[in-house]
Nanobody, 115 residues
Framework: QVQLVESGGGLVQPGGSARLSCAAS????????MGWYRQAPGKQRELVAAITSGATTNYAASVKGRFTISRDNAKNTVYLQMNSLKPEDTAVYYCNSRYSGREYWGQGTQVTVSS
């Protein structure tokens, strides 16, 4: 059974930082491209950052320079370090994994940026 379990969300002040984690089980993690998506109320889900099995990364323009995605294959975990957070970063953040036509999603974790 495949599980992606996100953690690390919560309430953060503008300009603050947070780190999201996504622990995967039931997959050969090192083979999978991993990504973080987010969905704000009334908006479509959007890609925030992604990392390939070879650790190549890409970012949405809105977060480039502020967010960093990384992976630890020994721990089957992908991270999203978020710095200089803005109120517009408020959303539910979802972990995603993809490999060979298979795709899985986590349940999401809420990040709220507010004073």
């Amino acid at each position: 059974q495949v599980q992606l379990v996100e953690s690390g969300g919560g309430l953060v002040q503008p300009g603050g930082s947070a780190r999201l984690s996504c622990a995967a089980s039931g997959i050969i993690f090192r083979l999978y491209a991993m990504g973080w998506y987010r969905q704000a109320p009334g908006k479509q889900r959007e890609l925030v950052a992604a990392i390939t099995s070879g650790a190549t990364t890409n970012y949405a323009a809105s977060v480039k320079g502020r967010f960093t995605i990384s992976r630890d294959n020994a721990k089957n975990t992908v991270y999203l370090q978020m710095n200089s957070l803005k109120p517009e970063d408020t959303a539910v953040y979802y972990c995603n994994s993809r490999y060979s036509g298979r795709e899985y999603w986590g349940q999401g974790t809420q990040v709220t940026v507010s004073s």
